[in-house]
């Protein structure tokens, strides 16, 4: 099956697009936001050209793959990118998301997330995981919204921050194997529990 990476799809409020190359000043303000940021790996951007590298990075060469999903969310009035919904390749098919801040708590992320599981469904993947930090109660929210299941928790150093954190591991299993779990952050964390 040939399956288009990251196909556009369009919501009541939304397009769920590729990110561009002119996309960088809202990538910067989307990945710049030291609040957004906070439960994410990585350091916020300080610059135009440090977007740039990311776009080209994280998105344009990752269009290049025969398969992915790396959505720039949009609003419709105007087609620039608020947030992003990724979902990795690696068995994990960890499904993650960012939004600025100014759009937070008008279930942006929700009904973007609803849409790119729709897809996930018509191209046949068998599931897909998502963690969150225990700090971050609202990102847990979603994943229930999404309709995901809590499954673990787990301790995980996290690069580049070098912080420990206790992650709560989600899935939804789109494959009708309801009992299936994914089960590496178990095995590779020597503090795991339920």
Not at 73 to 94: A, E, F, H, K, W
Not at 158 to 175: A, S
């Amino acid at each position: 099956m040939n399956i288009e990476n990251t196909p556009g799809i369009e919501t009541e409020r939304l397009i769920l697009r590729k990110f561009a190359a002119n996309d960088a000043e809202a990538l910067l303000h989307i990945y710049g936001d030291k609040e957004v940021n906070t439960f994410l790996p990585w350091f916020p951007l300080n610059t135009l050209e440090e977007a740039e590298e990311l776009l080209e990075e994280r998105y344009l060469k990752a269009y290049l793959q025969p398969r992915g999903y790396n959505y720039a969310i949009c609003l419709r009035q105007d087609n620039t990118p608020v947030g992003y919904i990724n979902v990795s390749m690696d068995n994990s098919y960890d499904f993650g998301y960012g939004l600025c801040k100014e759009f937070w708590r008008r279930g942006i992320v929700t009904e973007a997330g609803k849409a790119v599981i729709g897809q996930l469904k018509k191209d046949k993947l068998p599931y897909i995981t998502a963690t969150h930090d225990v700090q971050n109660v609202r990102s847990g929210n979603v994943m229930k919204r999404l309709g995901m299941s809590y499954q673990y928790s787990y301790e995980e150093q996290w690069q580049p921050k070098d912080i420990l954190v206790t992650f709560r591991m989600y899935q939804l299993n789109l494959n009708g194997e309801e009992q299936s779990v994914y089960m590496e952050y178990w095995n590779a964390s020597e503090v795991h529990f339920v």
